[in-house]
């Protein structure tokens, strides 16, 4: 069915990205053909065309589609890349294709775009095998414009096509970062994810293992964590012998702590996990020694893995959930005993949702002093830690950590 064309690509920052690297090696002639390439086009049309979410909707194809472990990867990484590389692919493919396109030509083109500007694959081993992914109405087509993007300049018309992302990201990461590290950071996200595997099984961000090692949990201590879904800092935390209370608003996200504490083997006493609202939570006051905010927030710093999230975000964005952010600190603080730790911490780069929801905090609640945050490859950021994607190869993340006044401390 044919669909609306896509705009050129403008200032708006609505169309396609590039990760705006120099092509690297990759697939080539002895690649696992087509399937792989098919599930990879039926994923990106049901992304883009349905909404759906990149990491829920491919594994339920790659499961359906049978395919063998190493053709599985290379699927993986032709959606992750494309999604990634959108706005720049679109870029090339609206230079020479005119008219209105096929929700699945348009995918088709798209990966076969990643795989010639991004992958580097040889243009004849490109080519042929998007064109046999498409319809027989189509080919002729695909099989033009492919070769037209083969040979292409890539005078990029704006930094933020060459790196594929929103003109705003790029604009709001410049202004709060500065644009050097913001251009390293959008192009550090453009690489494809790594996880660390930790010594219970749990494959996790290794910023998101500092973060959890960071509250400094005791053997022995109740430890809330507000937030906790899907359960990967609330089990760590209880690896280090405390009780963790793993709160989430949804009961569908606290289905994922249960399932996630029950693959390491953790009791639920350990980890007892409860639908609560953040806003509201159902617990006495000075009922914790630590409590952790992992509050939900714009992810601007964990592009790499969330690739499909970079074009679901406004630009209001950040503002809107630094006031979701600044209730949940001031909902959590009663929560904490005199002496207590409170610790925030948002997978994000933007100062609206890290030094200014810290010092709205330290303003509303002058008894609480900062207490110190990890080191490098952390760098200072106001009162705690800003950890940038370029700088250990992790998702970007900022931390702030504060002590609860005892009694002689309330002013």
């Given at each position: 069915r044919a669909a609306r064309r896509r705009p050129h690509v403008s200032t708006s920052g609505r169309s396609t990205p590039s990760t705006g690297r120099r092509p690297r090696p990759g697939p080539g002639a002895g690649d696992p053909v087509p399937d792989a390439r098919r599930v990879a086009v039926e994923a990106l049309v049901r992304i883009e065309r349905d909404g759906a979410y990149a990491n829920l909707v491919l594994p339920k194809l790659l499961e359906r589609s049978k395919l063998a472990e190493r053709d599985r990867a290379f699927a993986t990484q032709l959606v992750y890349g494309t999604v990634r590389a959108r706005r720049s692919c679109d870029w090339f493919v609206d230079r020479f294709a005119l008219g209105e396109l096929d929700p699945h030509v348009r995918a088709a083109l798209r990966r076969g775009t990643f795989q010639l500007r991004v992958l580097g694959t040889p243009a004849h081993a490109a080519v042929s095998a998007t064109v046999d992914t498409v319809p027989r109405r189509a080919r002729g087509l695909v099989n033009a414009v492919l070769r037209k993007v083969a040979t292409a300049d890539d005078a990029w018309p704006s930094e933020a096509v060459r790196l594929s992302y929103p003109d705003w990201v790029l604009d709001r990461l410049s202004i709060d970062l500065g644009a050097d590290r913001a251009v390293a950071a959008l192009e550090a996200m453009n690489g494809a994810a790594a996880a660390v595997e930790r010594p219970d099984g749990y494959t996790q961000d290794q910023a998101s293992q500092w973060v959890a090692h960071a509250v400094g949990a005791q053997p022995g201590e109740l430890v809330l964590d507000l937030c906790a879904a899907p359960g990967g800092k609330a089990t760590a935390l209880a690896q280090a012998g405390a009780t963790v209370v793993a709160a989430d608003r949804r009961a569908s996200r606290v289905g994922l702590v249960?399932?996630?504490?029950?693959?390491?083997?953790?009791?639920?006493?350990?980890?007892?996990?409860?639908?609560a609202d953040g806003l509201h939570p159902p617990f006495a006051d000075g009922s914790f020694h630590r409590v952790l905010v992992d509050a939900p927030c714009s992810g601007l710093g964990s592009l790499r893995?969330?690739?499909?999230?970079?074009?679901?975000?406004?630009?209001?964005a950040p503002e809107r959930l630094a006031d979701l952010q600044r209730q949940l600190l001031d909902a959590a603080a009663p929560l904490v005993r005199p002496g207590g730790t409170l610790v925030y911490s948002v997978c994000t780069l933007t100062e609206a949702e890290t030094t200014a929801v810290a010092a709205s905090f330290a303003a509303r609640h002058p008894g609480w002093a900062a207490v110190p945050v990890p080191g490098s490859p952390w760098e200072p950021w106001?009162?705690?830690?800003?950890?940038?994607?370029?700088?250990?190869?992790?998702?970007?993340?900022?931390?702030?950590?504060?002590?609860?006044?005892?009694?002689?401390?309330?002013?």
């Open positions: 249960v399932g996630n504490r029950a693959r390491v083997h953790l009791e639920p006493a350990q980890v007892p996990a409860l639908v893995r969330r690739p499909d999230a970079r074009w679901r975000l406004d630009a209001d106001g009162t705690g830690a800003l950890l940038l994607p370029q700088a250990a190869g992790t998702d970007g993340m900022a931390l702030f950590a504060w002590r609860a006044p005892t009694g002689a401390e309330q002013p």
